[in-house]
């Protein structure tokens, strides 16, 4: 079994899938600069122009390209750098690759993998967002958020092999997170992951916060015989309340935790499903963790405010089990 | 009846036979399409309805300089095209009527016909962004090694979205097997080109691109085929993308529930003077290619075929109930769990 970084779990599954004549991979970076986030660096070397395709800075084409290459049979991988420029292709992702089998009656279909990134320090407003429910709003995307580098790898492997369009977004604060990648690993799309068990309160996440409630859970459970269950979404669309519902019967306490701006997102729709299918089992209200509403500030001292960290999510756990 | 080698030499080298199908094509297009306003006005048909009369010659002149490998993506006035590249009259009324066994399964209507059996890659109604798509199929094809063009259609105010930018460079930059076909109506919807476009002979953007381009008589059906063989020749022989400007002038509303405010009845009789089916018709007759009585037998088979259409849509099936289940909107479809 290696341990890997999520960076160098999604390189290595980048690799296998470039050996596929169908594969190529188009966006901003990506070949001559070494990539931004260091996760194509050294491929334009490896694997040419063809497969590594530098593209100009102009998002709304890099997704029209890879659409129409995934009409005609091919298996793009587009990668957008940072989920706020996905706005500019916005209209091609929900217009178009959302829409296609749909609207024209089964006949096409887009088997497009969008990589893109959430992410924030000092970055300031317009380059610390994150859309997720954005994304999952639309049926037609699937939605993918994986949180260790082996749901990384794995997860990238079956979007990859998915006929559907995938929105497969990434962490820019965690491309360096460590974690054991097992030989013949596999996830599949559409389902949650028990990632910690505990018997007191659930907590239900995806994506980095995954790792800092794992952190609060081990603290609590050390120095205070607490034990978070905790809930890895993994997919965001299709969503698989199953193993969330399943924990909430049990301890009757829920926390939702997102790197999101707290109202209208994934956070409101995983609390209403716990609401809706686990009312008899309330013991406390349903508490959330996510961004604070304001466009992010640039500066430290506010910015560590707006953030998602482990002492807000402690707060919300103590609150719930109040 | 037979061509001269003077005639052949006018037609493009056309045959007889070939331009009494291109003529067949254009009747074809045009009673379809009075047929389409006749139904919605019985409201048979809903929604948006952009009808292609005034253009035919684009759609016949440019889709016959195809080969039957080649591929088409298009915008939502897209009937024309449809009917041009062959498909069946049948499946595309059906899907105005919104039946199962529209080629769309009902779910698609007027913006959206498609055939993938036969090329042709959909209409697209969200003005310019499928230029992109455009780019990407001319990419697969280049990757692919194979000797095919994709042909994608847009009008004159597709070109002034950004789209258009970023696919003529994304095209010549690949030197991508694209023809762009502007199919410039004069109108932007009710906007007349010389209120939305700086640069009203649409060919000349591609020159901030060092792209080849032409412009030619879009009701000229000729000299339209013409220009679209010599693009269509370009793009397959590897020398990347052409922007082909086809001027053509739309002689309905830009759908059907315009008032055209924007345009006098004097202009409209002045365009309806050179309506490219009048003009074609009068020419193959002049030159002893097609007779009166062939023309008029023509113009009776197309409307018997249209009123087939029109009875196959009425007797089919309502679109599919399977459609509303949320797991229809994918290929591989997965429900969500609870």
């Known amino acids: 079994m290696a341990v890997m970084t999520v960076r160098e779990a999604l390189r290595a599954e980048l690799r296998e899938w470039l050996k596929d004549d169908r594969v190529f991979i188009i966006g901003e970076d990506i070949g001559y600069y070494g990539s931004t986030y260091g996760v194509t660096a050294g491929f334009l070397e490896e694997y040419g122009p063809e497969k590594i395709r530098d593209a100009p800075i102009a998002e709304a084409g890099i997704v029209g390209v890879g659409i129409g290459a995934a009409m005609l049979g091919m298996r793009p991988i587009v990668e957008i750098m ?31 993998v969008l990589r893109t990134t959430n992410g924030w320090r000092n970055l300031s407003a317009t380059h610390s967002q994150a859309f997720d429910t954005m994304f999952a709003y639309v049926p037609g995307l699937k939605v993918v958020a994986p949180a260790t580098p082996a749901d990384m790898k794995a997860l990238f492997r079956a979007a990859m092999e998915d006929p559907d369009p995938v929105i ?121 963790v996510g961004y604070v509403e304001v466009p992010f500030p640039y500066a430290t001292n506010l910015e560590n405010q707006v953030v998602v960290t482990p002492e807000r999510i402690e707060a919300a756990i103590r609150k719930v089990l109040e | ?137 001319g990419t697969a094809l280049k990757l692919q090694k194979k000797p095919e063009v994709v042909m994608v259609f847009f009008g004159d105010g597709a070109t002034n979205g950004g789209e258009f930018y970023e696919a003529l460079n994304f095209a010549k930059l690949g030197k991508l097997p694209v023809v762009f076909v502007c199919e410039n109506n004069l109108f932007a919807m009710g906007t007349p080109i010389a209120v939305h476009s700086s640069v009203q002979e649409i060919y000349r953007k591609a020159c901030a691109f060092d792209m080849t381009a032409e412009r030619v008589d879009g009701n000229d059906l000729i000299a339209t085929y013409e220009a679209a063989l010599r693009a269509v020749e370009h793009a397959r022989s590897g020398q990347g993308p052409v922007l082909l400007e086809c001027v053509t002038y739309r002689l309905r509303g830009h759908s059907a529930q315009d008032t055209q405010k924007y345009r006098t009845k004097e202009e409209i009789e002045k365009y309806r003077a050179r309506d490219p089916n009048q003009v074609f018709r009068k020419k193959l007759i002049e030159d002893g290619i097609l007779s009166e009585e062939q023309a008029q037998q023509i113009e009776r088979q197309m409307e018997q075929v249209v009123d087939e259409a029109v009875q196959f849509a009425d007797q089919s099936p309502p679109a599919e109930e399977k459609w509303l289940d949320p797991t229809s909107a994918y290929a591989n479809p997965i429900a969500d769990k609870y």
């Open chain 1, 168 to 288: 497969f977004i990434e962490h820019t604060l965690m491309y360096g997170v460590k974690g054991e990648v097992p030989d013949d690993y596999q996830a599949k799309i559409g389902e949650s992951r028990l990632a910690r068990e505990g018997k007191d309160v659930t907590i239900v996440t995806y994506s980095r916060p995954v790792h800092l409630c794992m952190e609060v859970a081990e603290k609590l459970s050390k120095e205070e015989g607490i034990e978070c269950e905790i809930i890895d979404l993994r997919t965001i669309r299709p969503l698989d309340m199953s193993k969330a519902l399943t924990s909430f019967r049990k301890t009757n306490r829920a926390v939702v935790v997102s790197e999101e701006w707290q109202s209208h997102g994934v956070q409101a729709e995983v609390v209403a499903r716990l609401y809706e299918h686990g009312f008899d089992y309330v013991d406390a209200p349903i508490e959330r």
């Open chain 2, 1 to 137: 009846m037979a061509t001269t080698p003077e005639t052949t030499e006018r037609y493009a080298g056309l045959s007889a036979e070939q331009l009494i199908d291109m003529y067949r094509q254009m009747v074809l297009i045009r009673v379809f399409e009075e047929k389409c306003q006749e139904m919605y006005t019985r409201a048979k048909i809903g929604g948006f309805l952009h009808l292609y009369v005034g253009q035919e010659a684009v759609a016949v002149g440019t889709i016959n300089a195809l080969k039957p490998e080649d591929h088409i993506i298009t915008h939502y006035r897209d009937h024309g095209h449809a009917l041009a590249r062959g498909l069946d009259p049948k499946a595309l009324m059906a899907e105005l009527f919104g039946k199962a066994t529209g080629c769309a399964a009902g779910l698609g209507g007027s913006m959206h016909f498609v055939d993938v059996s036969k090329r042709f890659w959909g209409g697209y109604a969200i003005v310019g962004s499928h230029l992109l798509m455009a780019c990407g199929m």
């Open chain 1, 82 to 112: 940072s989920v706020n420029f996905s706005l500019l292709a916005f209209d091609q992702i929900i217009n178009h690759a959302a829409k296609l089998y749909y609207m024209f009656g089964g006949q096409m279909q887009c088997p497009l």
